[in-house]
C-alpha cells in the first residue's frame, strides 16, 4: 500500500524516549510513525537491541541494522549521561515543553536520579509519564527484572498450557510480547493525551508486561477457576474436530476454525468425508463428542484423510466453500506473502551499507483514509542526531565539543 503524502495524525507531538529493547521504544516508533516528533535518549553504550543480531542472527551494522530500525524508525538520536551534571540537565531541557516522557527505566533508578513521576510533574505539570513495567508498582516482584519470556510468558500461564504433556515447552518469538504490551501502553498513552487536550494536565500511565500477559491470557485465566484445570492439547481428544489443526500429505499443517459444529457439520462433514457423524447419535453436540469418546474416533479418521491431500490443496476446498482455515506458516515466508505484501503490512527497505541491502520489514497496523504514516527511515549510528538536537536547544559548538569531552553526551 503506497504511503498517503498527507498530514499525520499525531503532528505536534513531543514524545522523549527514555527506553531500551523493546516495548517502550516500540511504542514511541509507533507514536513517531503517525507523525509525532520523538527523541530517543539512550546512554553513552547505547540501547542493547543496536546488538540484537549477535544472538538472533541478522545484521547490527551502523548502516544495516534491520532489528533496530523496526522498533526505533523515525525518531531522532541522542547519547547523554544522565548521572552527570550537564547530561541531566540536556535530559530535563528535552522534557520541560514534552507532551510525553516514555520510560522504563526502573523505579529505584528514576527516584535516585530524580526522574520519577512526583518530580517531573513538578517540572512539567503537563507531562504524560509513561512507566513501563516488568512486574507492576508493587507486590513481591515489584523490583524483579522483568522480561518478554519471564514476565509477560512464564508468569501468565500460557506457555505451560500450549505444550503437550511432556514435550519441551513451546518457545515464542524474541519479543513477541514486548510487542503485544506496547499495544496496550500505546493506547493508554494515547487516552492521557485526549484527556490532556481536554484538561491541560499531564498523568502517569503505567502497564506492566505481567499485566499485559495475563490480560492476553484472560480466557485461560479465567476458564481454569472451574473444572478444568489443565489446558495442555490432547492431539485426540480436542474439543470440536471442526476446530483443529490437522498433519498434510505435505507435512504442512493446516487449521480448520473457528466454525460451529452443530450448524455447519452436513456441509464440513462432507468436505472432510465423514459424512457418517450426521446420522450417528454419539456424534450430534460437541458434548456427546466427548462424553461417548466419539472424538477419538471421528479424529483418528480425519487425522487419516488429511493425509491423503496436501495442506494447499485442502485450503483451496475450503476456501471454495467458506470453511474458515490458514495452512501454518513459517515466520520467513511471512515476508513473501502476497497478501502482506499488497497491503503494506510488510514493506521493502533499502539501508546504506555496501550492498544497498533490501529487507522486509513489518509496518505499524493501523492505517487511515485520510492520515498519512511515516515511511520506513533506517537508523544509524549511536547519537546520530546529538549536534542537531543540541543545536536546535540553543547549545554551541563550543559547548557541545566541551560536553563530549565531559563524557556527558555522545
Not at 50 to 67: C, I, K, M, S, V
Not at 110 to 119: F, I, S
Request: hydrophobic share 35%; net charge negative.
Amino acid at each position: 500500500m503506497e504511503e498517503k503524502k498527507m498530514r499525520l495524525p499525531l503532528e505536534g507531538v513531543k514524545v522523549v524516549e527514555m527506553g531500551t529493547v523493546v516495548a517502550a521504544p516500540t511504542t514511541a516508533r509507533v507514536l513517531a510513525s503517525y507523525g509525532a516528533d520523538v527523541i530517543k535518549v539512550e546512554t553513552l553504550d547505547g540501547d542493547v537491541m543496536r546488538q540484537a543480531g549477535t544472538h538472533e542472527f541478522t545484521p547490527y551494522e551502523d548502516d544495516l541494522n534491520p532489528l533496530f530500525t523496526v522498533h526505533n524508525s523515525g525518531k531522532k538520536f541522542i547519547s547523554l549521561n544522565f548521572k552527570t551534571a550537564e547530561g541531566k540537565k540536556v535530559l530535563l531541557d528535552l522534557l520541560k515543553d514534552a507532551d510525553v516522557f516514555i520510560t522504563n527505566v526502573r523505579e529505584q533508578s528514576l527516584v535516585r536520579n530524580g526522574l520519577d513521576y512526583e518530580t517531573m510533574k513538578e517540572h512539567n505539570p503537563g507531562l504524560i509519564y509513561a512507566h513501563f513495567l516488568g512486574y507492576g508498582e508493587t507486590g513481591p516482584a515489584a523490583n524483579n527484572p522483568g522480561f518478554d519470556i519471564s514476565a509477560f510468558w512464564l508468569r501468565s500461564g500460557p506457555l505451560a498450557d500450549w505444550s503437550t504433556e511432556g514435550s519441551f515447552p513451546f518457545l515464542p518469538t524474541y519479543a513477541f510480547g514486548d510487542m503485544a504490551t506496547s499495544s496496550a501502553f500505546l493506547s493508554g498513552i494515547l487516552m492521557a493525551l485526549y484527556a490532556k487536550k481536554e484538561t491541560g494536565l499531564g498523568t502517569k500511565v503505567g502497564t506492566s508486561l505481567f499485566a499485559s500477559g495475563i490480560w492476553c491470557n484472560a480466557i485461560g485465566v479465567v476458564q481454569t477457576q472451574f473444572e478444568r484445570k489443565d489446558l495442555n492439547p490432547e492431539p485426540l481428544r480436542p474439543t470440536d474436530p471442526f476446530n483443529q489443526t490437522y498433519l498434510c500429505k505435505d507435512g504442512r499443517w493446516i487449521g480448520v476454525y473457528c466454525n460451529e459444529y452443530v450448524m455447519d457439520k452436513e456441509k464440513i462433514s462432507k468436505l472432510f468425508g465423514i459424512e457418517w457423524i450426521c446420522d450417528d447419535p454419539r456424534c450430534a453436540t460437541i458434548d456427546t463428542l466427548q462424553k461417548t469418546n466419539a472424538i477419538e474416533e471421528v479424529i483418528t479418521q480425519c487425522n487419516e484423510i488429511f493425509l491423503t491431500k496436501t495442506a494447499a490443496e485442502w485450503r483451496e476446498i475450503f476456501s471454495t466453500n467458506n470453511v474458515a482455515c490458514e495452512i501454518m506458516k513459517k515466520s520467513h515466508e511471512v515476508s513473501k506473502d502476497p497478501q502482506a505484501i499488497e497491503n503494506g503490512y510488510v514493506v521493502p527497505v533499502e539501508f546504506p551499507d555496501a550492498d544497498k541491502t533490501t529487507v522486509m520489514l513489518p509496518n505499524p497496523p493501523v492505517w487511515f483514509s485520510d492520515y498519512g504514516r511515516k515511511e520506513y527511515k533506517p537508523t544509524g549510528p549511536l547519537g546520530e542526531d546529538t549536534d542537531e538536537i543540541l543545536t536546535s536547544m540553543g547549545y554551541t559548538p563550543e559547548q557541545i565539543a566541551a560536553m563530549k569531552e565531559a563524557g556527558a553526551v555522545h
